[in-house]
DNA sequence: CGGAGGTTTCCCATGCTATCCCATAATTTC
DNA sequence: GAAATTATGGGATAGCATGGGAAACCTCCG
């Protein structure tokens, strides 16, 4: 299983490529396609990322949706704007224009690459500090709860 | 299932090195990680610590959330501060910056590993010192309670 | 059709740091 | 008491993030 942890600061140089972590190259290196799937994030100005298999799973969590609903409408945008972003011989990618300006990283500035498990996110360093105090801040007020571990074989 | 019981300190050298206990070693020698994962603790200048396994087995029970629910992103901020530590040849690892700093442990000083069962945590020695005696003191006056058994047949 | 301008992809060079490897001392086991 | 295991130290090496330039590519225009 691919699993993404940490949070690694890299440089964007004036042409737009990043390097992506060596770490989260190697959760991805047994997939097919050498490089991430990308896409905006609805809700914050980052981008969301995985490898490809992952996206084809998501694909069919989405088929399980009736095909003319307004649920299937709203998830497919997520399609329309995903990019595949591969890997050039060092192991960069490079931002598409659309993305450097969805989440405000500059040429010849940073992004930070955000472990989020299954998946990562990728963010302009400053607004992402920002971000993760405010998530604190709602976790615990709200309280995190992790669902009980799925029962069929169950550890213990 | 792994079990971390004890309280170990070793030395940290100038480059930030430290040896996991023999013991604790031992306990994840089967996982496919040769390695931890650490995390900054949320209450304490302590690193939680556990196997690559357990780290899956939390990922598995987000997973089962919606994607971007709110609940989803709460449990989030676990993974971004999570680092997997691989051994060197030597079965030690190596505190990043990060940790260094939240824990308050000095390099040339020393780390303490602290058994916690099922995970166990680093801290500063003297700062777990004055931690230890608190707790005891709190359960003391509040009298310390472990869960009843599961029913023998117990169903779940 | 051909070529100029701009872009993208590939390749090589560099400094830095983490990783590997070996050595030694202390401790435990047999 | 000898051999193995463990904790510790330090030097050599390989991998990584980063920068720049050359080659391939496409597009648009003459």
Redesign the interface.
Known sequence: ?A?????FVNKVDRKGRVSVPA?FRAALAAQRFPGIVAFPS??FPALDCCGIERMEE?NRRLERLDQFSEEYENLTPLFHDAQALPFDGEGRILLPPKFIQHTAIAIEGQAAF?????MFQIWEPERFARH?AS??E??LR?G????????PE??R
């Open positions: 299983m699993l993404f942890l940490s949070t770490t609805f809700k998501i955000v472990g989020q498990g299954g993760q998530l604190r709602r976790a709200q995190p709860k992790l669902p009980a571990a799925p029962a169950g550890g």
